[in-house]
């Protein structure tokens, strides 16, 4: 399967809060250069990397590649290929349907189970179905 590596869009910036639980989740700006959990069908700008265990810590976040993703495809089964993943309200990937809703990212493996972790390919889109 494929896994991270050094081809990607890959940045640092400050954590905002302790995102110690949220590695491989989806993460939005909250401030300058500061990044946040990302909630439901909020705008993602990448997928956090690290766990930055305090506010201030270096959060890294790959933007554009390939990277691990926590997702809930419990919420709605997650096909490989075809499955176009926005956030959740805790920052995981779920399906979207629902036109001009942000996606976040493109399945590379399928998904039917809750806290399951697949590799994605990480794009920023709005839904067009």
Avoid at 19 to 38: D, E, G, H, M, P
């Amino acid at each position: 399967m494929p896994r991270s590596n050094d081809d990607n869009i890959r940045m640092s910036f400050i954590a905002a809060a302790d995102l110690s639980t949220y590695q491989y989740c989806f993460v939005k700006f909250s401030a300058k250069n500061t990044v946040n959990i990302c909630g439901a069908s909020e705008d993602m700008i990448g997928i956090l990397q690290n766990k930055p265990d305090a506010a201030g810590k270096a959060a890294s976040v790959v933007l554009l590649g390939v990277s691990q993703l926590r997702v809930d495809g419990n919420a709605g089964a997650i096909t490989r290929g075809t499955s176009y993943l926005e956030s959740n309200s805790t920052g995981e990937g779920v399906v979207t349907t629902t036109d001009k809703d942000p996606v976040g990212a493109l399945a590379l493996e399928s998904s039917s189970a809750a806290n399951d972790q697949i590799p994605v390919l990480v794009t920023r889109l709005k839904h067009t179905g």
